[in-house]
Each structure stands twice: as C-alpha cells, then as structure tokens.
C-alpha cells in the first residue's frame, strides 16, 4: 500500500455522517398562517405582497431544488426583496419570530445550499439585479447581489470592461460571493474571494452593514467582506457587491495539446507554473471526458444534419470546428491574456516549447477570435455533455438518474496521483462485481482543482452505496495529500461529513463560535456548512 493511500485510509475513519443534522432539521415548521399574514403586511410590501410573497405550489416547488443531486426540501414561503432595506425588514421579522430563512441567487449551486431543509422562507434575490454605479477609474462596478454573470457582462461588453470570474454555469453575483466561486480564468485573476472589495450584507437581525471601504489598501479592524465569502447564507444576505473588473484583453492566443497520458500534462503544468508563463487559462479535460465530448460533438452534429436545408448543410462543412484527440487522450486547453496579439502568440509559443520538451503528442494553436471560441466552447460543453451521456443508465434502467459533479483541490504536485487514483477506484468497483460508473473527470489544472461527474441512479440504493464510498475515498485522498474537499462548490449540505476531517476540531470550534456569535438564533441556512446546527426551534 502506498504512503497517500495509508494517510487517506486513516482520514476516511474520521468523516462523520450528515444525514442526523438533515434529519433532525426536516419537518420543522415555524411559519404559521398569522406569521405569514404578518409577512405579507411588512410595510415594503405595501400593495405588493401579491408579487413579493409567494404561496404558490408552482414557486414552493420550484425552490426546493438546486442542481446538485441532493433530495428536494420545500420552503413554506418565497420571498423576492427588490431593495437591500426589503431584505432587512425581513430579516427582522424572521429573527424576531425565528422562522429559518435560504438565500438563494440562481439556483445553480451543486451541493444543495439553498435546498431550504429547515423549511420557512426561501430569500430569492433575483430582482436585485442592477449596476449600481462603475468606477471607470479603479476598475470597480457596485452591483446588486441577484445580478447573473452573463447579463453583468453583457452590460460590461459596452464599456470594454469584463468581469474576470468565469463559472462555467450562469450564477448571480451574490451567489458567487456566497459560495467562493472560480472559473477558468481563476489561474490569471483568482476566485471571487480575490475580486471582491467590499459588500453590503444584511445580519440576522436585520442590521446592514457595509463590510469595507473600496480604497485598494484597508488595515483597520477585523476582515469581514472575506468572513462573508464562502459562508453560503450561513451568517448573513450578500445584498450589494464592490467587484474588480477588468479591461478586455487586447490580445488572445489559445492552444490545444495532446499528451499520451497524464503525467507529462501534469509536468508541464507544474512547469509553465515555475517559469511563470503568464496563462489566464489551463484546463484538462481527462481521457473519458475527451471520449465524452467526442460522442457529444457526434450527436450534436448529426442532429444539426438532419435538420439543415442544403445551403446551411455547405455552410455546416465550410465551419471550423476545434477537433478532440481521436482515439480519446488527456488534453491540456490553454489561454493567455497579453497587451496585444503578437505578445499573446509569443506567451503561447513559449508554452508549446515547454510542451515539446514533455513530450506532447499534437499541438493546436488558435489565434484567431472564431477559432478560440470553437475551442473553449468545447471545455464550456464539458458538463452538458457528461449530463447527455447516458446510454448505460438507459440500459440498466435507471429509475432516478442524478449526477455527482466534485471539486476537490490538492497542491499541484498531487494533482496527476490524485486523478490515477480516482479512475482506478472506479474501474475497481466495477471489476469487482459493483456498479459501472462512467468517472469523467476534468477541471482547473493550474490551480490543482478537478471535477468529476458521474451519473448514477438515486433510485438503486446499491449505486448510492457504492458512490458515496467512492466519493469518500476521494475526499480521503485529497486531504491526505493535503487538499481540500472543495475547490469553488462549496460544502452546501453534501460536504458538512467531511468539514471536522479537513479543518480538525480547534477550527471547527472557532467556526461554531463565530457562527453562533453572528446568528444566535440559528436561522441563517440551517443544516448547511457545519454539522451538528442548532436551529431556530432549538432556542
Ligand atoms: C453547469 C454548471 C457549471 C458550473 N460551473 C461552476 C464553475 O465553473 N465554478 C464554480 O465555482 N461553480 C460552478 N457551478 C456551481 C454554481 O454555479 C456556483 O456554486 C455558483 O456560485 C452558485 O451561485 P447561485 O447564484 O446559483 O447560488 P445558489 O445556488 O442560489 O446558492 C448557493 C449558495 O449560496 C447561498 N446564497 C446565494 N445567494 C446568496 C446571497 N445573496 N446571500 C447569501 N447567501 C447566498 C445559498 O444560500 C447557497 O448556500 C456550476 C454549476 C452548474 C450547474
């Protein structure tokens, strides 16, 4: 047995089971008739109650879900504030009668955070989704938290300005705060964590409180804007933000490269880190996710064959598309930003000679627009195509199909064991007689962060066994290599098992003190992040 595996044995004893915090939160209900009719008279919804507190099956319903496959859990109201004051008036009267409330921004999380578990009031922040004011000359935009990445760019693309923290989903600000969101061009510019100046957030008891000024440099008191990243709406409501954005780039250049297998990817990696090549972008997608994509692009093109007349059918020939690797091989995607093209294509070129020296089997290089698009549209499929690619459950007869999507984060040395690892515990599982599970894995190379997304049927509680091991196991090995469970998801209810092992129980004590200092009443997120919660109804 090697070291990581005997450390990652050690660790897997220590993980605790969540599902007593989830069970002991379901079924509580501190929401009565006269307290919703209380809620409706709030005087920010004066006339407007109707439109901003909703009872409505078709809305209870649609906020008990996020995109994680973690069971549904209805809230007994949704409420949709359209100022920073509407979200403190309801945080008062929650705190005042105890009711648990959820924020959520778009729903998109992949570990059920805003899976309202505890019932009461699911806080929807999506009408708060306006710029504020840009501060053309520091490179900062003051948004409202319900703004999504997309529409936030949009507006941006009129200034010339981009807002550099890329999830591959379409999130709202807020949201991202929340969670400590990244994307790919976190290897350049950082997770949100990084790109946040300040926010403006609503305590429990309804208090706003503006975190920090926006000045580049602020020494005095305690850091609270980073204390409000990543909590997940376990301590307060991310109502505004102050986030750096950036000019766009003037010069692009992107390559793909092709190795035989993992470890001279990883190499160069580890490589273009030390000799500081200046990569906005370093994504793997590994040998199954190649494969993945390959039947995708396939379906996708004969659907678009079938349906073109013959002049879209020429034109459809005459597109360029980026090609994958057939056979399927780890391919490394990168991208740098420069000042101009010329220097961007120079970064790129100083990488493929890296990459020669380790061995890569094809080189791709994009320089122009059209080109670079083709080629991140594929790693921005990676994850449709994954969800799409589900003939083996279709073949079992999948009652349930659902998707794992993780994130663990380890030290970039650790990387390529890490992922070996991982494919050859699945493919264990399944020699041995288990479930055969397709184990796509891709992710944020440069900065050590890797997703693996594996379907699998809720219905067959064997399959949910046999997952949740595995996934164990992963965890296990990561912290052993001294990692992280997660890298931008968050902990959201799938991860609270795993928060004593990767923190220890001293850290875990502060955390609870601080929690329990912010949000005496338990009524932020109940259930969520840390285990073991008190609740409302505990006080
Ligand atoms: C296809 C797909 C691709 C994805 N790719 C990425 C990726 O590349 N990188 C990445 O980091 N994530 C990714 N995600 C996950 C997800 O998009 C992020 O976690 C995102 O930050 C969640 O934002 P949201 O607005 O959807 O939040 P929600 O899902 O609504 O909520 C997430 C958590 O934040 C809390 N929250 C939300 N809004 C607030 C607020 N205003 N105040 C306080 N708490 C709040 C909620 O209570 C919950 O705990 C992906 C998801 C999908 C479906």
Redesign the pocket.
Known sequence: MDRLTAVADQVLKSFSDETNTRKSLEGRRALTPFLLEELRKLPSFSGRANECVLTSEEEVEKHSY??SHHLPARPEVVVYPESTETVSEVMKFCYTNKIPV?????????EG??IPIAGGVALN?SRMNRVLQVFHDELQVHVQ??I?KNAFNDLLSKEKLLFQV????N??L??????G????LCCKYGTMKENVVSLV?VMPDGAIVDTRRRTRKSSTGYDLTNLMMG????L????ELIVKVIPVPKGECSALLVFRDLDPCSRLVVLMRQQQLNLSRCELLGKQTVETLLKFEERKREKEKKRATGRQKKEGAKKQHFSLPSPAKPTLLIQVHAASPQAAEAEINQAVNLARQEGVEEVKVATEPHLQEALWDLRRAA??ACLSNRQHMIERKAKDVRML?TDVCVPLPAFPELIGATERDFAEVAQKGGPFFVCNIFGHAADGNFHCIVLFDHGNSEEVRSLEALERRMWARCLAAGGTVSG???V?LGKVGALTAEHGEAKLRVMRQLKGAVDERGIM?PG?VLPSLKTSGDK
Do not use: I, W
């Open positions: 996020d995109h959820t924020p959520c921004g778009a729903r998109t999380g992949l955070g805003c922040l938290a319900g999504r890329d999830p591959a989903s999130p709202s807020g949201g991202m705060a929340a969670t969101s990244s994307g790919t957030v909590q997940e709406g376990t307060a409501v991310v109502c994850y449709f999507n931008e998801h968050g959201g997120n969520k």
